[in-house]
């Protein structure tokens, strides 16, 4: 049963455009809104009286889940796999379905890791602009043969797995911290003590911000690359700056940071052993495609009646 002129809130987007969840949305008498500003105050403001939020990286607050479970709202959905942006607690208590999409772009996510490890392992970034600079200088440091390198994973789940088959082929000898997996090391100190790299791919929880800081950066014995697709609040970026100045790591490659955009005139921007990139591990035409068809799919059943396909916190009491 569709509600006529059911209003959904679109906090923020990273799309082209919004057609495909119009379409869907209008099929059912709901209407789409895009919220003016992403600060709590507005998005309270905006998200009172909607009955369902499509979420991207805006942060949602309990003050803004309150706000809309107060007007009805019986669903956000998240554009994307995490879910640290969202006050699921607050939701849960509230009796508000959180949905993700939890398998849309892992060969994305995969691939631009080993992207960014085999670039700064190999140098490209550096030798690439010195010849669109007018050079033509081959490197005489850094840089090792592949085969028999040992690489670190912190979080094993969909794409640190995908991650391991991708960097096998390369030769790298594989090792993984998951608390929540079989075997693998026992601490991340243990397992990144002896990489030449580390990779992460582990959600954004208490247990996890930071993971990479002074601790971390200083059991690495081997000036690992670190590469961060996951999240950039797993690392403390002041910490890693200075590792990197001072050695400890031989190159950094980062997708996502805190605060994202990396602000402008920050030195990692511009670190010759530094690649950043702008949030886009996710990005390929076809998974955007699939994230925005999978996000709006789930507002369409949430105000159909329909159980959800990839919820995120349970309301019957049981943890999801
Ligand atoms: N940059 C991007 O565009 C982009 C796109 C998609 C996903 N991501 C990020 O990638 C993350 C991983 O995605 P996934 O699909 O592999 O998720 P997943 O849930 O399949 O795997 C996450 C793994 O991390 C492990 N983990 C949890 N706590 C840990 C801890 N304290 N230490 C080490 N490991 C821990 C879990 O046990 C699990 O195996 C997501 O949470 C998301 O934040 C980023």
């Not at 007018?134 to 094993?156: C, D, K, S, Y």
Request: net charge negative.
């Amino acid at each position: 049963m569709s509600r006529s002129a059911e209003r959904v809130l679109v906090t923020d987007h990273v799309f082209g455009d919004l057609e495909a969840e119009r379409a869907a949305l209008a099929a059912i008498g709901a209407r789409l809104e895009e919220a003016p500003a992403t600060d709590p105050e507005s998005l309270a403001a905006a998200a009172a009286g909607a009955a369902a939020m499509l979420v991207c990286f805006a942060q949602v607050p309990e003050r803004v889940v309150d706000a809309a479970a107060d007007g009805g709202c019986r669903i956000i959905a998240r554009y994307g796999i995490g879910v640290d942006n969202v006050a699921v607690e607050a939701a849960t208590r509230r009796g508000v379905q959180v949905t993700n999409v939890p398998d849309y772009c892992l060969d994305e996510v995969a691939d631009h890791a080993m992207a960014l490890l085999l670039a700064s392992a190999r140098g490209v970034v550096v030798a690439a602009n010195g010849v669109r600079e007018g050079g033509w200088t081959v490197p005489q440091e850094g840089i090792h043969r592949l085969e028999g390198r040992r690489l670190a994973l912190i979080g094993v789940g969909r794409i640190g797995r995908r991650v391991a088959n991708r960097a096998r082929a390369f030769g790298y000898e594989v090792v993984a911290y998951d608390p929540y997996q079989e075997g693998g090391a026992a601490s991340v100190e243990e397992a990144v003590a002896e990489a030449d790299a580390v990779s992460l791919h582990a959600p954004l929880t208490d247990d996890t911000r930071h993971i990479i800081g002074e601790a971390t950066l200083s059991a690495m014995k081997r000036r690992p690359v670190l590469v961060n697709t996951s999240r950039g609040g797993l690392v403390d970026l002041e910490a890693v700056t200075r590792a990197l100045d001072d050695g400890r790591l031989g190159a950094v490659a980062l997708d996502v940071t805190e605060p994202e955009p990396l602000p402008a005139g920050h030195p990692l921007r511009t670190h010759p052993r530094a690649i950043v990139t702008p949030h886009m591990s996710f990005y390929s035409a076809e998974a955007q495609a699939e994230l925005q068809r999978r996000a709006v799919e789930e507002v369409v059943r949430a105000l159909t009646g329909e159980p959800p396909r990839c919820p995120v916190n349970r309301l019957d009491g049981v943890p999801a």
